[in-house]
């Protein structure tokens, strides 16, 4: 594990190469099979509605109707999450040549929505459990096998990938700190030296 500030990290974040292909997965991670959607922050809940409007124009109408009847989101106080649709497809997705894409993101794109996405989904393949103290871990999944293969073709590193979606989450100081301990030569060395004890490599 490796300690940066008061957030754990699974090793496997820092030595994995990763960069999404589209053309391959078409938009996986937005349709994977199963009972809940992306988890969303007690917070993001009144940022999708705010920006909602500007998104739905993307949208099927099927995905509209089934929104209009049960809502894009379920759960509870510190547990919700998107809705799916059929328990695969979030509420929120469109497709664009057989890709699977987020409406929100779309929106945020096109400088109609002041909301990118869920962090959730900003940050995947990292994923966050909190037990105590933030964790981080990788999720390794069979429809990423491609996005593994362009990463270590073009040599990008996984947290150099989320960079955006980690300097959102943890603020920029932190993520200069990561970035080092990736690409630094002697990282362990090197990151020890540089950051003393709020950072640390722990067993």
């Given at each position: 594990m490796i300690l940066?500030?008061?957030?754990?990290?699974?090793?496997?974040?820092?030595?994995?190469?990763?960069?999404?292909?589209?053309?391959?997965?078409?938009g996986a991670c937005c349709t994977f099979p199963g009972k809940y959607g992306a988890p969303l922050k007690d917070d993001e809940i009144n940022m999708l509605y705010d920006n909602f409007d500007n998104a739905k124009q993307f949208l099927s109408k099927k995905s509209l109707d089934y929104i209009d009847k049960h809502g894009f989101y379920e759960g509870s106080k510190e547990n919700y999450s998107t809705m799916c649709i059929d328990k695969k497809d979030c509420v929120f997705v469109y497709y664009e040549n057989s890709v699977a894409k987020c409406a929100i993101e779309k929106a945020y794109n096109l400088g109609l929505s002041s909301f990118r996405k869920p962090i959730s989904c900003h940050l995947f393949p990292i994923r966050v459990s909190s037990s105590g103290r933030n964790y981080l871990y990788f999720q390794n999944i069979p429809e990423c096998k491609p996005a593994l293969k362009k990463g270590?073709?073009?040599?990008?590193?996984?947290?150099?990938?989320?960079?955006?979606?980690?300097?959102?989450?943890y603020g920029e100081k932190w993520y200069n700190c990561i970035s080092k301990y990736v690409n630094e030569d002697g990282k362990h060395k090197s990151l020890s030296f540089m950051y003393g004890a709020v950072n640390e490599t722990v067993a």
């Amino acid at each position: 594990m490796i300690l940066i500030e008061n957030i754990l990290l699974e090793e496997e974040i820092t030595e994995t190469s990763f960069s999404c292909d589209l053309n391959k997965c078409k938009g996986a991670c937005c349709t994977f099979p199963g009972k809940y959607g992306a988890p969303l922050k007690d917070d993001e809940i009144n940022m999708l509605y705010d920006n909602f409007d500007n998104a739905k124009q993307f949208l099927s109408k099927k995905s509209l109707d089934y929104i209009d009847k049960h809502g894009f989101y379920e759960g509870s106080k510190e547990n919700y999450s998107t809705m799916c649709i059929d328990k695969k497809d979030c509420v929120f997705v469109y497709y664009e040549n057989s890709v699977a894409k987020c409406a929100i993101e779309k929106a945020y794109n096109l400088g109609l929505s002041s909301f990118r996405k869920p962090i959730s989904c900003h940050l995947f393949p990292i994923r966050v459990s909190s037990s105590g103290r933030n964790y981080l871990y990788f999720q390794n999944i069979p429809e990423c096998k491609p996005a593994l293969k362009k990463g270590r073709s073009e040599k990008v590193e996984l947290v150099n990938f989320s960079k955006d979606a980690l300097i959102r989450a943890y603020g920029e100081k932190w993520y200069n700190c990561i970035s080092k301990y990736v690409n630094e030569d002697g990282k362990h060395k090197s990151l020890s030296f540089m950051y003393g004890a709020v950072n640390e490599t722990v067993a």
